[in-house]
């Protein structure tokens, strides 16, 4: 009984930290989903200028790798580690607020490289290319993102809080709790592509 109320306790907290980040950073996301909304648009229209003329295997030298079939099982550690990767360097740039810019930067590349692998999957693999690309790849790297972008605001919100009122949320059980969400979507996302034994180009 303890341990479930323990729990039901975290979550709230969770829950009421989150909504209070999200009203206290409403611009700064606002301005954030502008940014990363352009960076989608010109992954789409660099991935574009490249499929005219360029092979894609030239693109691994853009970090990204071709798997077909039986290889996509990869992707769940790929991305898993790629997430990770960016979790420690958003986890950095939220120390102060001088390194928000950079973080934004890092987000806004993820949100590029999207564009670049989702219309490099229309292009490349026709109809299969297209079905994968919108049912999977897309919602699934869009949730990553978004939950990347939260994770940020609301390390950058506790240390905020921190400094002004030495106070703040759990970071650890934060940093615990974002992780395994992101784990989870890049399961889903795994198991879809074995699913429709996908071609994928994956974005490391």
């Keep these: 009984m303890s341990k479930s109320y323990k729990k ?37 229209i660099l991935a574009v200028q490249f499929k005219n003329g360029a092979s894609i295997y030239i693109l691994k030298d853009f970090g990204i790798v071709e798997f077909v079939g039986s290889g996509v099982t990869t992707t769940f550690f790929s991305r898993l580690l790629s997430c990770l990767l960016i979790m420690l360097l958003l986890f950095g740039c939220s120390f102060t607020p001088f390194l928000t810019p950079l973080a934004i930067l890092l987000l806004a ?19 299969s290319g297209i079905i994968v690309a919108i049912f999977v790849i ?25 400094r002004c009122y030495g106070g703040g ?20 996302e795994t ?12 974005v490391i």
Aim: glycine share 4%; proline share 1%.
């Design 8 to 44: 039901q306790t975290f979550f709230a907290e969770l829950k009421y930290y989150l909504l209070d980040c999200l009203n206290a950073s409403k611009t700064k996301l606002i301005i954030t989903s502008f940014i990363l909304f352009v960076g989608l648009v010109l992954g789409i």
């Design 109 to 127: 590349f993820r949100s590029y490289l999207l564009g670049f692998n989702f219309c490099l999957m229309l292009l490349t693999y026709g109809v």
């Design 138 to 162: 897309l919602p699934c790297q869009i949730l990553l993102i978004l939950l990347l972008t939260l994770y940020f605001f609301m390390l950058n919100k506790n240390n905020c809080d921190k």
């Design 169 to 188: 949320g759990n970071k650890l059980k934060t940093i615990l709790c974002f992780f395994l969400i992101m784990a989870l979507v890049c399961l889903t």
């Design 191 to 202: 198991v879809l592509l074995l699913i429709f034994n996908a071609n994928v180009i994956i």
